[in-house]
């Protein structure tokens, strides 16, 4: 049996120059660039997330990971 998953990872810099990354789980595997752009600017104008590195200021980087699972029958 296989078993796909997908993840958004989404790379800022932050306030005192360190990466935080925010990984959304089950994302959609149609996500657009311009999608992707507005929900990383958003979380940005709307400061929804900070660590220990600050506020989050700027895009860095944004990536859909796909991840197949195929199990062995070993009985």
């Known amino acids: 049996m296989s078993e ?6 989404m790379t ?5 120059d360190k ?7 089950d994302a959609r595997s149609d996500a657009t660039d311009a999608e ?6 958003n979380i940005i104008t709307k400061n929804i997330f900070s660590g220990t590195g ?4 700027e895009k860095v980087s944004a990536r859909l990971i796909t991840t197949q699972i195929d199990e062995f029958d070993i009985v």
């Open 4 to 9: 796909t998953s997908r993840t958004l990872e």
């Open 12 to 16: 800022f810099a932050t306030e005192l």
């Open 19 to 25: 990466k935080h990354v925010i990984r959304v789980e």
């Open 36 to 41: 992707v752009t507005a929900a990383m600017d």
């Open 54 to 57: 600050g506020e989050l200021v």
